[in-house]
């Protein structure tokens, strides 16, 4: 049987100082056991009758020393839920998703935030799930370095998906994320819309073609995939990876008929007939696909095409912060928007798993929503 403390990452003993060991023993950082049972070692926190951990070190001995005699075991060790380690719990988190088949830059953002619940568990000396609390998750999020809350609030959803999901698998019994509050984002910060002006739309197609370090065949498909998401709404991960087969003609027009990769939700929009022949032009070298050459992962092909849309937006000289390709998608809500399409056939023709995604990101340019509640309201006037 070993007794050791498990230092915080903000402990003076961490690193090992050469200090007095026993001087070690005097800092508030819980007391771990280990020892071995059947050749498996086995390590747990020292643990009272009341299922705390201690970090006194006499406290602890007595502990181990005690449940030696009566169980066998130097400590009161963890069984069921109590055991699972936070490492544990994200293993079968992330093979949870993976089996989702989600896109691979979404997969990738569940990776590293749970990277960091990691690092920041273990520089807190917390292994266990169940150790993990709401003041735990505060802590951490307090020295999140997020530039836009938009980010901020992406990353805790993330951290609550990984939670519901244990206690869904009752991997816990009850879930720290769920009370953490809301992280508040201003109205012009929400989503970071940006859709393009008709100028705008206009000089960057222009610009496809002036680029000087794109062949014939790169410009011919960034200018296709540009319009396609102009035309469609569709994310750029979708576009990239549109089949042949997902375009059907449809009477002086054509349709996009295909599932976005990132929800799962079906997509079936009208998009102009001449958009679809321009389409079938474009040379690819692959027969199933219009821009991917299917030898690559997704995640490859849509960075290519993120690149080649950098070097035209920086020929039209506009701006090149954010996420470029997005505001091709936004373009095509917004414009619809204006148009007065109801905002529940905006969120449909986009793929969004709820309207209320749409509304958080659009809706102020909801105009038939504010022509109904103009209606409203002046009829109301009208009553006095």
């Known amino acids: 049987?070993?007794?050791?403390?498990?230092?915080?990452?903000?402990?003076?003993?961490?690193?090992?100082?050469?200090?007095?060991?026993?001087?070690?023993?005097?800092?508030?950082?819980?007391?771990?056991?280990?020892?071995?049972?059947?050749?498996?070692q086995r390590r747990h926190p020292v643990r009272d009758a009341a299922g705390q951990s201690t970090s006194s070190w006499s406290e602890a001995e007595k502990l181990a020393g005690r449940n030696t005699e009566t169980t066998g075991n130097p400590a009161v060790a963890p069984k069921g839920q109590d055991s699972i380690t936070v490492e544990k719990a994200i293993k079968l988190f992330l093979e949870s998703k993976q089996g989702e088949d989600l896109a691979d830059n979404t997969l990738v953002k569940h990776k590293l935030t749970l990277r960091r619940l990691q690092e920041y568990c273990d520089g807190e000396g917390i292994a266990l799930l169940a150790d993990v609390t709401l003041p735990t998750l505060a802590s951490w999020r307090a020295g999140w370095t997020y530039?836009?809350?938009?980010?901020?609030?992406?990353?805790?959803?993330?951290?609550?998906?990984?939670?519901?999901?244990?206690?869904?698998?009752?991997?816990?019994?009850?879930?720290?994320?769920?009370?953490?509050t809301k992280i508040q984002v201003k109205d012009n910060e929400t989503g970071n819309v940006n859709p393009l002006e008709p100028k705008q739309y206009n000089a960057i197609l222009k610009a496809v073609d002036l680029v000087p370090e794109m062949t014939a065949t790169q410009t011919a498909r960034v200018k296709a995939l540009m319009q396609l998401q102009r035309w469609s709404g569709l994310a750029l991960v979708d576009?990239?990876?549109?089949?042949?087969?997902?375009?059907?003609?449809?009477?002086?027009?054509?349709?996009?008929?295909?599932?976005?990769?990132?929800?799962?939700?079906?997509?079936?929009?009208?998009?102009?007939?001449?958009?679809?022949?321009?389409?079938?032009?474009?040379?690819?070298?692959?027969?199933?696909?219009f821009f991917w050459t299917g030898r690559s992962t997704t995640k490859s092909a849509v960075s290519y095409f993120d690149k080649l849309y950098r070097k035209v937006f920086e020929k039209a000289g506009i701006a090149t912060n954010g996420k470029l390709s997005h505001r091709f998608r936004h373009t095509f809500a917004v414009e619809l928007l204006k148009a007065g399409v109801d905002i529940r056939k905006v969120s449909k023709a986009l793929g969004h798993s709820s309207v209320t995604i749409t509304e958080r990101y659009y809706a102020k340019w909801n105009k038939a929503q504010q022509d109904l509640l103009d209606a409203d309201l002046s009829a109301a006037w009208g009553k006095r």
């Open 147 to 180: 530039k836009s809350p938009i980010a901020k609030r992406n990353n805790q959803e993330r951290v609550r998906a990984f939670f519901r999901f244990c206690l869904d698998g009752e991997l816990i019994s009850k879930n720290p994320a769920k009370k953490l």
């Open 239 to 289: 576009a990239v990876c549109l089949s042949k087969d997902e375009l059907v003609h449809s009477g002086d027009n054509c349709r996009v008929v295909t599932e976005r990769r990132k929800t799962g939700t079906h997509i079936n929009n009208v998009i102009p007939g001449w958009l679809g022949e321009e389409l079938l032009t474009v040379k690819n070298g692959n027969h199933e696909y």
């Open 1 to 40: 049987m070993i007794l050791y403390k498990r230092h915080k990452k903000d402990c003076q003993y961490r690193q090992g100082s050469g200090k007095d060991k026993n001087q070690s023993h005097r800092c508030k950082c819980s007391v771990w056991v280990e020892w071995n049972t059947n050749g498996k």
